[in-house]
Protein backbone atom coordinates (compact mmCIF):
# COMPACT_ATOMS: atom_id res chain seq x y z
CA UNK A 1 0.00 0.00 0.00
CA UNK A 2 1.46 3.42 -0.76
CA UNK A 3 2.28 6.28 1.75
CA UNK A 4 0.00 9.19 0.64
CA UNK A 5 0.32 11.31 3.62
CA UNK A 6 3.58 11.02 6.25
CA UNK A 7 6.24 8.23 6.10
CA UNK A 8 8.79 7.55 8.51
CA UNK A 9 12.18 7.58 8.63
CA UNK A 10 12.24 3.78 9.45
CA UNK A 11 9.43 3.16 6.79
CA UNK A 12 11.09 4.87 4.09
CA UNK A 13 14.69 2.85 5.13
CA UNK A 14 12.48 -0.48 5.28
CA UNK A 15 11.34 0.67 1.30
CA UNK A 16 15.18 1.18 0.40
CA UNK A 17 15.78 -2.75 1.84
CA UNK A 18 13.04 -4.11 0.16
CA UNK A 19 14.70 -2.55 -3.41
CA UNK A 20 11.73 -0.61 -3.51
CA UNK A 21 11.24 2.18 -6.31
CA UNK A 22 11.44 5.68 -5.25
CA UNK A 23 11.98 9.60 -5.76
CA UNK A 24 13.56 11.41 -3.24
CA UNK A 25 12.96 15.21 -3.27
CA UNK A 26 14.79 17.44 -0.99
CA UNK A 27 13.00 20.60 -0.55
CA UNK A 28 14.87 22.73 1.49
CA UNK A 29 14.35 26.13 1.65
CA UNK A 30 14.64 29.91 3.01
CA UNK A 31 11.75 32.70 1.47
CA UNK A 32 14.24 35.12 2.67
CA UNK A 33 17.57 33.76 0.94
CA UNK A 34 16.26 31.31 -1.97
CA UNK A 35 19.77 29.82 -2.38
CA UNK A 36 19.89 28.66 0.84
CA UNK A 37 18.19 25.43 0.58
CA UNK A 38 20.27 24.40 -2.48
CA UNK A 39 23.44 25.08 -0.74
CA UNK A 40 22.70 22.83 1.96
CA UNK A 41 21.42 20.23 -0.45
CA UNK A 42 25.18 20.42 -1.42
CA UNK A 43 26.81 19.89 1.92
CA UNK A 44 24.68 16.60 2.16
CA UNK A 45 21.23 15.21 1.69
CA UNK A 46 19.06 11.96 1.43
CA UNK A 47 21.12 9.48 -0.85
CA UNK A 48 19.53 9.44 -4.11
CA UNK A 49 17.38 12.47 -3.61
CA UNK A 50 17.34 15.15 -6.25
CA UNK A 51 16.74 18.52 -5.27
CA UNK A 52 13.35 20.61 -5.68
CA UNK A 53 13.71 24.66 -5.45
CA UNK A 54 10.76 26.22 -4.89
CA UNK A 55 10.40 29.04 -7.45
CA UNK A 56 12.35 27.16 -10.19
CA UNK A 57 10.81 23.70 -9.77
CA UNK A 58 7.67 23.93 -7.88
CA UNK A 59 6.07 27.49 -9.08
CA UNK A 60 5.83 29.41 -11.99
CA UNK A 61 7.17 32.99 -12.48
CA UNK A 62 5.63 35.35 -10.32
CA UNK A 63 4.69 38.05 -13.25
CA UNK A 64 2.07 39.60 -14.08
CA UNK A 65 -0.53 38.69 -16.97
CA UNK A 66 -1.68 41.06 -20.00
CA UNK A 67 -4.01 42.63 -17.97
CA UNK A 68 -1.76 43.47 -15.11
CA UNK A 69 -2.97 41.10 -12.45
CA UNK A 70 -0.29 39.82 -10.12
CA UNK A 71 -0.57 35.67 -9.59
CA UNK A 72 1.11 35.44 -6.38
CA UNK A 73 4.48 35.18 -5.06
CA UNK A 74 4.60 31.52 -6.06
CA UNK A 75 2.13 30.48 -8.78
CA UNK A 76 1.17 26.88 -9.43
CA UNK A 77 3.28 25.49 -12.03
CA UNK A 78 1.14 24.38 -15.52
CA UNK A 79 0.73 20.96 -14.90
CA UNK A 80 2.51 20.14 -18.34
CA UNK A 81 5.42 21.49 -17.15
CA UNK A 82 5.74 20.03 -13.68
CA UNK A 83 5.11 16.59 -15.48
CA UNK A 84 7.74 17.01 -18.26
CA UNK A 85 9.79 17.76 -14.67
CA UNK A 86 9.04 14.76 -12.61
CA UNK A 87 9.14 12.27 -15.45
CA UNK A 88 13.14 13.92 -15.92
CA UNK A 89 13.25 12.76 -12.44
CA UNK A 90 12.46 9.40 -12.74
CA UNK A 91 9.12 9.31 -11.70
CA UNK A 92 6.40 6.58 -12.85
CA UNK A 93 3.26 5.51 -11.72
CA UNK A 94 3.69 3.36 -8.56
CA UNK A 95 7.02 5.40 -6.99
CA UNK A 96 6.47 6.07 -4.10
CA UNK A 97 7.59 9.58 -4.12
CA UNK A 98 9.04 11.46 -0.71
CA UNK A 99 9.74 14.66 -0.34
CA UNK A 100 11.26 16.23 2.91
CA UNK A 101 13.07 19.32 4.04
CA UNK A 102 15.10 20.69 7.13
CA UNK A 103 11.94 23.27 8.00
CA UNK A 104 9.10 21.32 9.43
CA UNK A 105 7.61 19.91 6.34
CA UNK A 106 7.49 23.86 5.15
CA UNK A 107 8.25 22.84 1.64
CA UNK A 108 7.52 19.80 1.36
CA UNK A 109 4.09 19.63 1.65
CA UNK A 110 4.03 21.79 -1.48
CA UNK A 111 6.13 19.27 -3.40
CA UNK A 112 3.41 16.69 -2.11
CA UNK A 113 0.55 18.80 -2.72
CA UNK A 114 1.43 19.47 -6.83
CA UNK A 115 2.33 15.72 -7.11
CA UNK A 116 -1.68 14.45 -5.43
CA UNK A 117 -2.67 17.90 -8.09
CA UNK A 118 -0.40 15.73 -11.02
CA UNK A 119 -2.89 12.39 -10.36
CA UNK A 120 0.16 10.61 -8.10
CA UNK A 121 -0.96 8.97 -4.97
CA UNK A 122 1.86 7.45 -3.85
CA UNK A 123 3.17 10.77 -2.69
CA UNK A 124 4.56 11.33 1.44
CA UNK A 125 6.32 13.99 3.31
CA UNK A 126 9.06 12.67 5.34
CA UNK A 127 8.00 12.64 9.07
CA UNK A 128 10.31 14.77 10.79
CA UNK A 129 12.59 15.43 7.63
CA UNK A 130 16.75 15.93 7.68
CA UNK A 131 16.72 16.26 11.32
CA UNK A 132 15.10 12.70 11.75
CA UNK A 133 16.78 11.06 9.15
CA UNK A 134 20.36 12.87 10.63
CA UNK A 135 19.16 11.64 14.16
CA UNK A 136 18.34 7.81 13.24
CA UNK A 137 22.14 8.09 12.38
CA UNK A 138 21.74 7.49 8.63
CA UNK A 139 23.83 8.45 5.93
CA UNK A 140 23.53 11.70 3.97
CA UNK A 141 25.38 11.99 0.79
CA UNK A 142 26.99 15.04 -1.77
CA UNK A 143 26.43 13.58 -5.29
CA UNK A 144 23.91 14.75 -7.31
CA UNK A 145 21.71 12.55 -9.35
CA UNK A 146 21.16 13.10 -13.23
CA UNK A 147 17.99 14.39 -14.71
CA UNK A 148 17.31 12.40 -17.60
CA UNK A 149 16.06 15.34 -20.04
CA UNK A 150 15.24 12.81 -23.00
CA UNK A 151 12.78 11.05 -20.44
CA UNK A 152 8.94 11.17 -21.49
CA UNK A 153 6.84 13.37 -19.37
CA UNK A 154 5.31 11.83 -15.86
CA UNK A 155 1.68 10.02 -17.33
CA UNK A 156 -0.56 13.05 -15.75
CA UNK A 157 -3.98 11.80 -13.71
CA UNK A 158 -6.80 13.66 -12.90
CA UNK A 159 -6.30 16.87 -10.85
CA UNK A 160 -8.40 15.64 -7.61
CA UNK A 161 -6.72 18.43 -5.37
CA UNK A 162 -9.44 20.85 -5.76
CA UNK A 163 -8.25 24.59 -6.10
CA UNK A 164 -10.41 27.96 -5.97
CA UNK A 165 -9.04 31.44 -7.65
CA UNK A 166 -9.17 35.16 -6.65
CA UNK A 167 -12.45 35.57 -8.61
CA UNK A 168 -14.28 33.01 -7.14
CA UNK A 169 -13.15 33.11 -3.56
CA UNK A 170 -14.55 36.66 -3.57
CA UNK A 171 -18.07 35.47 -4.39
CA UNK A 172 -18.24 33.08 -2.21
CA UNK A 173 -16.40 34.85 0.43
CA UNK A 174 -19.70 34.71 2.81
CA UNK A 175 -20.63 30.89 1.92
CA UNK A 176 -17.38 29.59 2.58
CA UNK A 177 -14.62 29.27 5.53
CA UNK A 178 -10.96 30.23 5.17
CA UNK A 179 -8.32 28.94 6.65
CA UNK A 180 -4.58 31.28 6.70
CA UNK A 181 -1.67 29.31 7.48
CA UNK A 182 0.63 32.86 8.49
CA UNK A 183 2.32 33.41 11.70
CA UNK A 184 -0.55 35.17 14.28
CA UNK A 185 0.93 38.05 13.98
CA UNK A 186 0.95 38.31 9.84
CA UNK A 187 -2.49 37.72 10.32
CA UNK A 188 -3.57 40.28 12.17
CA UNK A 189 -1.99 42.44 10.33
CA UNK A 190 0.66 43.55 12.95
CA UNK A 191 3.59 43.10 10.30
CA UNK A 192 4.10 41.32 6.76
CA UNK A 193 7.66 41.40 5.98
CA UNK A 194 6.65 39.92 2.36
CA UNK A 195 4.15 41.26 1.06
CA UNK A 196 3.05 44.96 0.14
CA UNK A 197 -0.22 44.89 2.18
CA UNK A 198 -0.53 43.56 5.43
CA UNK A 199 -3.77 42.09 7.26
CA UNK A 200 -6.10 39.19 6.22
CA UNK A 201 -9.12 38.00 4.04
CA UNK A 202 -12.23 38.79 5.64
CA UNK A 203 -14.06 36.18 7.28
CA UNK A 204 -10.24 33.72 7.44
CA UNK A 205 -9.97 32.56 10.49
CA UNK A 206 -5.97 31.59 11.49
CA UNK A 207 -4.75 28.10 11.94
CA UNK A 208 -0.49 28.97 11.31
CA UNK A 209 0.59 25.61 9.80
CA UNK A 210 3.12 25.29 12.87
CA UNK A 211 1.08 24.31 15.15
CA UNK A 212 0.48 20.39 13.15
CA UNK A 213 4.25 19.77 14.51
CA UNK A 214 5.61 18.49 17.95
CA UNK A 215 8.11 20.19 19.69
CA UNK A 216 10.63 17.84 17.37
CA UNK A 217 9.74 18.72 14.18
CA UNK A 218 7.77 15.27 13.68
CA UNK A 219 3.63 16.03 12.76
CA UNK A 220 1.30 15.36 15.79
CA UNK A 221 -0.69 12.22 15.63
CA UNK A 222 -3.98 11.78 13.19
CA UNK A 223 -6.30 11.87 16.35
CA UNK A 224 -4.64 14.98 17.64
CA UNK A 225 -5.19 17.16 14.56
CA UNK A 226 -8.43 15.33 14.07
CA UNK A 227 -8.87 17.24 17.58
CA UNK A 228 -7.87 20.47 16.73
CA UNK A 229 -9.00 20.76 13.23
CA UNK A 230 -12.56 19.68 13.98
CA UNK A 231 -13.72 23.27 15.64
CA UNK A 232 -12.33 24.73 12.52
CA UNK A 233 -14.36 22.82 10.17
CA UNK A 234 -17.45 23.48 12.31
CA UNK A 235 -19.08 20.45 11.54
CA UNK A 236 -19.20 21.19 7.75
CA UNK A 237 -17.50 19.27 5.19
CA UNK A 238 -13.55 19.49 4.21
CA UNK A 239 -14.56 20.91 0.91
CA UNK A 240 -16.17 23.83 2.23
CA UNK A 241 -13.10 24.99 3.92
CA UNK A 242 -10.35 27.20 1.64
CA UNK A 243 -6.71 27.18 2.58
CA UNK A 244 -4.40 29.78 2.02
CA UNK A 245 -1.25 30.96 3.69
CA UNK A 246 1.03 34.33 2.33
CA UNK A 247 1.83 32.57 -1.39
CA UNK A 248 -0.26 29.02 -1.67
CA UNK A 249 2.96 27.33 0.21
CA UNK A 250 2.49 26.54 3.63
CA UNK A 251 -0.95 26.30 2.91
CA UNK A 252 -0.21 23.29 1.60
CA UNK A 253 1.19 21.80 5.28
CA UNK A 254 -2.63 22.81 6.55
CA UNK A 255 -3.76 20.78 3.51
CA UNK A 256 -1.61 17.50 4.75
CA UNK A 257 -1.99 17.80 7.94
CA UNK A 258 -6.00 17.72 7.09
CA UNK A 259 -5.83 14.75 4.99
CA UNK A 260 -3.48 12.81 7.49
CA UNK A 261 -6.61 13.33 10.09
CA UNK A 262 -8.67 12.03 7.94
CA UNK A 263 -10.70 14.87 5.89
CA UNK A 264 -9.22 15.10 2.33
CA UNK A 265 -11.24 17.68 -0.39
CA UNK A 266 -10.47 20.87 1.51
CA UNK A 267 -9.58 23.95 -1.77
CA UNK A 268 -6.15 25.26 -2.14
CA UNK A 269 -6.30 29.20 -2.76
CA UNK A 270 -3.07 29.19 -4.65
CA UNK A 271 -2.16 32.91 -4.84
CA UNK A 272 -3.07 33.43 -1.38
CA UNK A 273 -2.37 36.69 0.17
CA UNK A 274 0.00 37.81 -2.22
CA UNK A 275 -2.31 37.69 -5.02
CA UNK A 276 -4.90 39.09 -2.92
CA UNK A 277 -3.61 42.09 -1.20
CA UNK A 278 -1.98 42.93 -4.86
CA UNK A 279 -5.88 44.17 -5.82
CA UNK A 280 -6.88 47.36 -4.10
CA UNK A 281 -10.58 46.32 -4.60
CA UNK A 282 -10.59 43.18 -2.47
CA UNK A 283 -11.46 43.82 1.08
CA UNK A 284 -9.22 43.52 3.82
CA UNK A 285 -9.37 43.10 7.26
CA UNK A 286 -7.01 43.48 10.21
CA UNK A 287 -7.13 42.56 13.82
Request: glycine share 10%; net charge negative; aromatic share 8%.
Amino acid sequence: MPYRTLITVAELQALQREGQPLLLLDCGFDLADPAAGERAYAQGHLPGAHYAHLERDLSAPAVRDAQGRFPGRHPLPSREALAALLGQLGLKPGVQAVAYDAQGGMFAARAWWLLRWLGHEAVAVLDGGRQAWAEAGAPLDSAVPARDASAAPYAMGPATMPTLQAGELLEKLDRVRILDARAPERYRGDTEPLDAVAGHIPGALNRFFKLNLLPDGRFKSAQALREEFAPLLAGGEASALVQQCGSGVTACHNLLALEHAGWAGSPLYPGSWSEWCSDPARPVARA
